[in-house]
């Protein structure tokens, strides 16, 4: 089988030496035969069309319109908000511990466990669904703003299908989000336990 290999391969260099032989000869004599042409006073014939050349006046006008890049950012801000409303922000988290720490000062050892829960735990846990419904609301807002744009844009431009995807993402993740801090603030979702 080896033997069989190296002489396949032998083969396939000598053919390939060949061609290059001969690709190389009829090149050579196409340039002999121009440079006799040119010596004998003649006019080298062309053997390609000539191809003209476009001005300016005839180049095809680009498209002056929005190129949609900037649609394409606002959709993807919209899925970006949708998310963080629903994951939750640093915002959220710093706004929840700054109403743990307040609830935590403003009472007392000696108050209620009921004013306790509330004040401590209660307060940071709306300002933290507060914070995740600001976020959910941007995103509904961004993702709304991107589908609508077209209808006041130019009319027989259509917008992308991937702006269009990422856009009603945003506003999916907008409307859900929205609609867990209006049950996390209302404590309609995980409730303050009741003290009896």
């Known amino acids: 089988m080896a033997t069989k290999s190296v002489d396949a391969a032998a083969v ?6 060949t061609r290059t032989e001969e690709d190389t000869e009829q090149v050579a004599e196409a340039a002999a035969g121009r440079d006799q042409e040119r010596a004998a006073g003649e006019a080298p014939a062309q053997t390609t069309e000539e191809i003209p050349e476009e001005t300016p006046e ?29 994951t939750g922000s640093w915002m959220g988290t710093v706004a929840s511990a700054r109403e ?42 961004v993702g709304v703003v991107v589908l609508v744009r077209p209808a006041f844009g130019e009319p027989g431009r259509a917008q992308a299908p991937w702006i269009r995807s990422v856009a009603w993402a945003g506003v999916s993740l907008g ?11 209302t404590d309609v979702l995980l409730g303050l336990p009741t003290t009896g």
Request: hydrophobic letters at 50%.
């Open 100 to 141: 743990s720490l307040i609830g935590q000062l403003q009472t007392s050892s000696s108050s209620g466990v009921a004013k306790m829960i509330k004040e401590g735990y209660g307060d940071a846990w709306h300002a933290n669904a507060l914070w995740a419904g600001l976020f959910a609301l941007s995103a509904l807002v």
């Open 175 to 185: 409307v859900i989000g929205l609609l867990l801090a209006v049950l996390k603030y």
């Open 12 to 17: 396939t260099t000598a053919d390939e030496t």
């Open 58 to 86: 005839e180049a095809p006008a680009q498209d002056s319109g929005p190129s949609g890049v900037g649609q394409g950012a606002g959709a993807v801000v919209a899925a970006a908000l949708g998310v963080v409303s629903l």
